[in-house]
């Protein structure tokens, strides 16, 4: 059944006119009146709706059921991505997102090859909530993840933070996968550096914050890479894949 993220408020028995974006996808899709389509606001749960009518800028839809169902991880994880270069952040967003992220907070670190003003921050951050959202209703998640606003990393790490921080270093003794079998599930935040890693300085600040420096395994991976791997070890090892 086609989902479809709905920002508005979701009723049983209301009759909504659906935003035109999303109106828009249901007419390419070809739905006609009578089809069944799934929708959600982010706030949790899902609801089934039928489809009234169906035009090129205007779709209206009767809501008739509402589902309580949650595929979240069991804890909370924020990925704390320094930015790469080109494309890649739309990449990293995506598949983050379909791993079960609930935060996604960008940084600009020293080594950062892309370097955005207000501007450009601005538009990207528009782009990546749109990635969140068609991304949520791929995946079957009902409830959207919070994409804060780009910080520079020196700042983030001085802001008090109650999740615990991993950093994730090539040059770091105790692994992941080690390190989350002999502790409970808790709130995380994965910090993932640029193309080259975190600066020596950007390393001992996060140590200084009380970040705990953690490595993959053998292999030096890509920035790309690294966050989805160890998004998939802490799912794993705390029940987030079964």
């Known amino acids: ?8 408020t979701l009723t049983i028995g209301a009759q909504l006119e659906l935003p ?13 009146s009578g089809n069944q389509v799934t929708l959600f606001n982010g706030e949790g749960g899902c ?16 809501v008739k059921v509402f589902l309580p169902d949650e595929v979240e991880l069991p804890f909370n994880l924020t990925l704390a991505q320094a930015l790469p270069e080109g494309s890649k952040m739309d990449w990293i967003i995506e598949k983050a997102i379909e791993l079960g992220v609930s ?12 370097k955005l003003n207000s501007e450009r921050a601005e538009k990207k951050m528009q782009h990546w909530q ?7 209703e791929q995946c079957g998640r009902n409830r959207l993840a919070h994409l804060a606003e780009l910080e520079d990393v020196q700042k983030w790490l001085a802001q008090q933070d109650l999740h615990k921080r991993i950093l994730l ?19 995380i935040s994965l910090m993932i550096g640029p193309e080259g890693g975190f600066s020596e300085q950007e390393e001992q600040a996060a140590i200084h914050h ?5 490595r ?14 160890a998004i998939s070890v802490l799912s794993a090892a705390w029940g987030g894949l079964s």
């Open 210 to 214: 009380g970040a705990l420096v953690l």
């Open 103 to 114: 935060h996604i907070q960008p940084l600009a670190a020293q080594r950062c090859v892309v």
């Open 169 to 187: 270093s090539p040059r770091a003794e105790t692994s992941l996968a080690d390190w989350a079998r002999h502790h409970p599930p808790q709130a």
């Open 47 to 62: 609801y089934l709706a039928t489809l009234v009518t169906v035009g090129k800028k205007q779709v209206v839809a009767d």
């Open 20 to 32: 035109a974006e999303t109106a828009h996808h249901i007419f390419v899709l070809r739905l006609s």
């Open 130 to 136: 749109g990635i969140i959202q068609s991304a949520s």
């Open 216 to 229: 993959l395994g053998p292999r030096v991976l890509r920035t790309e890479t690294a966050g989805l791997a």
């Open 1 to 8: 059944m086609p989902r479809f993220f709905c920002p508005l």
